[in-house]
């Protein structure tokens, strides 16, 4: 009996191992990305969390970011980038900015104590991979 078990969590994991074509597990589509920089600039700390490639819908919080702090990601296109900042409890005064292929989109300031802000941008949605519709 537990030779079969054996056998049978053995052939599992070879199936795992084996079962993936480029042997990573990364089960996201290729999609096509844009370049995107979160910057956030102040004093103190903040809580930050914004939006890029290896995300699927969820965002990425840091905690406690010591400032200034900046990060250059990759975002699928039809997805919009998206940073925002939370102060602490100390408060103060903080500004995210958010640029798209090197070109600045919006920016916006937090003060006070929990101050929060967002920036946000569009991108453009991924070139379509349906063949094109015979109306003929």
């Not at 905690?63 to 200034?68: A, D, G, I, Y």
């Amino acid at each position: 009996m537990a030779g079969a078990v054996l056998v049978a969590c053995l052939g599992l994991v070879l199936y795992g191992v084996l079962g993936t074509e480029d042997g990573t597990g990364d089960d996201e589509p290729k999609v096509p990305t844009a370049a995107v920089i979160y910057e956030v600039t102040g004093e103190g700390s903040v809580d930050v969390s914004y939006l890029g490639r290896s995300e699927k819908g969820t965002a990425t919080v840091e905690k406690n970011v010591e400032l200034p702090w900046k990060k250059t990601v990759q975002v699928p296109l039809g997805r919009p980038p998206t940073v925002g900042i939370v102060l602490d409890a100390e408060g103060g005064q903080a500004r995210c900015a958010l640029a798209i292929r090197g070109k600045h989109v919006q920016s916006s300031t937090a003060s006070g104590s929990y101050g929060r802000a967002t920036c946000a941008g569009e991108l453009p949605a991924p070139p379509s991979t349906d063949p094109p519709a015979d109306n003929g």
